[in-house]
């Protein structure tokens, strides 16, 4: 069964810090990949999403993640972190011939003022 | 971007009872909706799928006598937990599948807590 693993379930940064959450996925087809993040008390929103074409992905609020094919891999990326970044994000991967969002078990990430 | 919303946002109900969640997308039409449930510091599950005019598609382990899904029309998905127990508690999120875009939206979530 396709599977996605966040390895860090929480991260504690302090601001300006350079933050890097990784996910790997186990299916071996196309796979169209998206990262979300849920801030607290309110809902999903897209951060980025890549399906095809360079494999480097900018998204919303200075995010970036990096697509490896050969790593399955797909993580996401901040150079300097702010205190409104605190939230949890979570990896989520969709095969190409299917609509079925599996995700990561999400990183909680902290970031200190 | 689209908004789906879901109501009620939280609920809380005596074991035995049912409890009913709606899922709307308020400004777009939804071609598929689907229905997740997250424990506490857990990540999302997929429950089931649901097409309008036809029947949800459960994840395996997933009782559909159990957790009743209606999709009435392009923009309303419901979600029926029959004769609840505590062990039901948990987050309740939908998405929706925009039509045309296919971009998945998410719903603020509802939870259920079951006396």
């Known amino acids: 069964a396709q599977s996605v693993s966040q390895h860090n379930h929480h991260v504690i940064l302090s601001e300006a810090a350079s933050l890097e959450l990784g996910c790997n996925y186990s299916?071996?087809?196309?796979?169209?990949l998206f990262w979300y993040v849920q801030y607290p008390g309110q809902h999903l929103q897209l951060l980025l999403k890549?399906?095809?074409?360079?494999?480097l992905v900018k998204g919303i609020k200075g995010f970036e993640a990096e697509f490896i094919k050969s790593k399955f891999s797909f993580n996401l990326r901040k150079p300097s972190v702010q205190w409104s970044d605190t939230a949890e994000y979570f990896c989520?991967?969709?095969?190409?011939?299917?609509?079925?969002?599996?995700f990561g078990g999400g990183t909680r990430v902290l970031v200190k003022p | 971007g689209a908004v789906v919303s879901q109501h009620p946002s939280w609920v809380i109900c005596k074991s035995g009872t049912s409890v009913k969640i709606e899922c709307r997308s308020l400004?777009?039409?939804?071609?598929?909706m689907f229905w997740y449930r997250q424990f506490p510091k857990q990540s999302l599950m997929l429950m089931a799928t649901?097409?309008?005019?036809?029947?949800?598609?459960?994840e395996q382990g997933v009782e559909k006598d159990k957790f009743l899904i209606n999709h009435a029309s392009l923009t309303l998905s419901t979600l029926t937990v029959t004769s609840a127990h505590p062990e039901d508690s948990s987050f309740y999120i939908c998405?929706?599948?925009?039509?045309?875009?296919?971009?998945?939206?998410f719903g603020e979530g509802s939870r259920l807590t079951v006396l």
């Open positions: 998405s929706a599948t925009q039509q045309g875009t296919g971009e998945l939206f």
């Open positions: 989520a991967v969709l095969k190409a011939a299917g609509n079925k969002l599996t």
């Open positions: 400004d777009f039409q939804a071609t598929t």
């Open positions: 649901s097409n309008e005019g036809s029947k949800a598609t459960y």
């Open positions: 890549y399906f095809s074409g360079d494999p």
């Open positions: 299916y071996g087809g196309t796979v169209n």
